[in-house]
């Protein structure tokens, strides 16, 4: 992924292929990374992550899709429940999301307010018949704006993203990712 200085990390292979309908990294091992403590130290301070990949889903039951970003544990941006398509049946379509955050508050209750673009085919939307192209959802989904969870900023914690399919006939793998902190610390 392209775009701001003071990368953190990249993954440089595939995430797993997840299929159950329950929330768990979508990341490779290397695509993780433990930012040291105090690593988010003032307000004002951001955190971009850009990811890409490819999402299949049936047709009636296609559920809902769900990315997290998670530091040390604890949800720090919530995209909230994106509905899929339930016009078509998409096997293996491209996606792309990139999500902006910005710290609030520093500190053992540190916390980001963060908004995001997710860009993909299989959102609830898309015309069944050609030319299809495709949706962005702006996130969080359907919901206003907030503040996400607090974090523990003053420990080292692991910078991480877990996605949720709420039913289990469908897939998602991330393809890329990379996570960028442009003003550094």
């Known amino acids: 992924m392209i775009g701001w200085p003071e990368t953190l990390i990249v993954q440089q292979g595939d995430g797993p292929t997840l299929s159950a309908a329950a929330a768990a990294t979508c990341l490779s091992a290397q695509g993780k990374k433990t930012l040291p ?12 992550i850009e990811a890409a990949g490819r999402i299949s889903s049936i047709i009636t039951t296609p559920g809902t899709a769900r990315f997290d970003i998670r530091l040390g544990g604890s949800v720090i941006f919530d995209s909230a429940a994106i509905l899929l ?19 609030r508050v520093v500190g053992s209750a540190g916390n980001f307010f963060g908004h995001g673009l997710w860009t993909c ?5 898309t015309p069944a018949t050609a030319p299809k192209g495709s949706l962005s959802a702006v996130l ?17 914690g692991v910078l991480d993203m877990f996605f949720t399919q ?18 550094g610390y």
């Open 140 to 156: 969080p989904w359907n919901t206003t704006p907030a503040v996400g969870g607090n974090a523990d900023f003053t420990t080292a």
């Open 166 to 183: 709420t039913e289990a006939t469908g897939s998602m793998t991330v393809h890329q990712y990379s996570a960028a902190a442009p003003n």
């Open 37 to 48: 403590a105090n690593f988010f130290n003032y307000i004002g301070q951001t955190l971009r």
């Open 121 to 125: 085919e299989d959102i609830l939307g």
């Open 85 to 103: 398509d339930t016009v078509a049946a998409h096997t293996t379509r491209q996606w792309r999301l990139v999500i902006d955050m910005t710290v």
